[in-house]
């Protein structure tokens, strides 16, 4: 079956460093990925999306390229913020036994510190 | 004004109630979700409605019952309740059963069973 697969955190970065969450995927076929993310206390909102191979998916100096050769989804910033700690989710969507289904990875917890 | 809403946002009760807990979205969506997220962060999906038909029922303990009385609402109920069931609930909802545009969540109820 389709399954989602990200690193483990927690991700403590100084103000301004570079970030890099890692995610991989299973899947058959041809599915959409996701970048999720949960501040604390909120619900998830969708931060960015691709919806096939070579896709970038941007949003707020966040960026995750599909790369179907990899089977990876890895979301990066450039200089990440204090205002960027929260947990991410990656996230793939795609068909299971018939049913299209999201499948959420285990969540990165990113932590930045002034 | 909100797009996913659900209520309660927090919900303690003791063993063996039974209580719900609702959900409304005013996107216009055909499909709605239940998510659980355990204390690990964690999300599992327990249901989904396509238009009020159930089309996603994962292996979820049949004290759980979810009800659609119109494609804009998604409650669940939970019978007998237990302290396993301590979690965060979401609601979640998509454009339709195959949205490649991702989804949207409400802001979670925070269930705690004593």
């Known amino acids: 079956g389709n399954s989602v697969t990200q690193m483990e955190g927690p991700v403590t970065l100084s103000e301004e460093a570079f970030l890099t969450i890692n995610c991989t995927y299973t899947?058959?076929?041809?599915?959409?990925l996701f970048w999720y993310v949960q501040y604390p206390g909120e619900g998830l909102q969708l931060l960015l999306k691709a919806t096939k191979a070579d896709d970038k998916g941007s949003n707020k100096g966040f960026e995750a390229t599909y790369r179907k050769e990899t089977t990876s989804f890895h979301l990066e910033k450039g200089s990440v913020q204090v205002s960027d700690s929260a947990v991410y989710f990656c996230?793939?969507?795609?068909?299971?036994?018939?049913?299209?289904?999201?499948?959420f990875g285990t969540g990165t917890r990113l932590k930045v510190l002034a | 004004d909100t797009a996913v809403s659900q209520t309660p946002k927090y919900l303690v009760t003791q063993m063996g109630n039974d209580k719900s807990i609702k959900c409304e979205q005013n996107?216009?969506?055909?499909?709605m979700y239940w998510y659980k997220q355990d204390s690990k962060k964690f999300l599992k999906i327990m249901f989904s409605y396509n238009n009020k038909e159930l089309i996603i029922n994962e292996t979820v303990p049949n004290r759980f019952s979810p009800k659609s009385p119109d494609k804009a609402h998604l409650n669940l109920h939970i019978n007998s309740l237990e302290l396993g069931d301590s979690a965060v609930y979401f609601c979640?909802?998509?454009?339709?059963?195959?949205?490649?545009?991702?989804?949207?969540f409400g802001s979670g109820t925070r269930l705690t069973v004593v």
């Open positions: 996107l216009g969506h055909d499909t």
């Open positions: 899947a058959t076929g041809y599915p959409s």
């Open positions: 979640a909802s998509s454009q339709d059963r195959r949205d490649r545009g991702g989804y949207t």
């Open positions: 996230a793939l969507g795609g068909s299971t036994s018939g049913t299209y289904k999201y499948i």
